[in-house]
């Protein structure tokens, strides 16, 4: 590179691994979450009385978005986010992969607002997975806004 090229910087290692690690969290969480809504709701590792009432949450009526359950959707969003955040993705030099991530990583913590307030004001319950779930998605909102900034602010280099 000659004197005053700029070039725009990789996402930090760090972005990459843990971007990764907090959607394969999202995978696994979600599909717990898939599982027990086919299989026995009630079998949830969660108190199923007061506040905290995870089986009340996953069987209520809000669970259900045209007939899909979200704990489904939530799986999907999560797989796609995997695929998203894998180091070959953090690579591409294809400018939508980026838009995507972040288009993705946004819907899932503009997701977690409305599902949040559906708990508490909706249901009147919280769901400990469910919160599991959307502590992992503003989490990895926030790795990809971080990587994305990082990525975007241009480094004057000099040879």
Do not use: Q
């Not at 969003?77 to 980026?98: G, K």
């Amino acid at each position: 590179m000659t004197m005053g090229t700029v070039r725009t910087p990789r996402a930090p290692a760090w972005a990459v691994g843990v971007s990764l690690g907090l959607s394969l969290v999202a995978v696994g969480v979600s599909s717990y979450l898939t599982i027990t809504h086919y299989t026995d709701p009630s079998a949830l590792a969660c108190p199923d009385t007061g506040v905290v009432n995870c089986t009340l949450v996953t069987t209520s009526p809000e669970s259900v978005v045209l007939g899909v359950p979200l704990a489904v959707i939530g799986l999907l969003w999560a797989l796609a986010m995997t695929s998203l955040c894998l180091p070959v993705a953090w690579r591409s030099p294809a400018s939508w992969v980026d838009k995507t991530r972040l288009l993705g990583a946004s819907a899932g913590a503009a997701t977690v607002v409305y599902l949040v307030y559906t708990e508490l004001f909706r249901i009147g319950a919280i769901c400990v997975w469910c919160t599991a779930m959307h502590v992992t998605a503003v989490a990895l909102f926030t790795v990809v806004l971080a990587a994305r900034a990082h990525t975007h602010t241009p480094v004057a280099t000099h040879a």
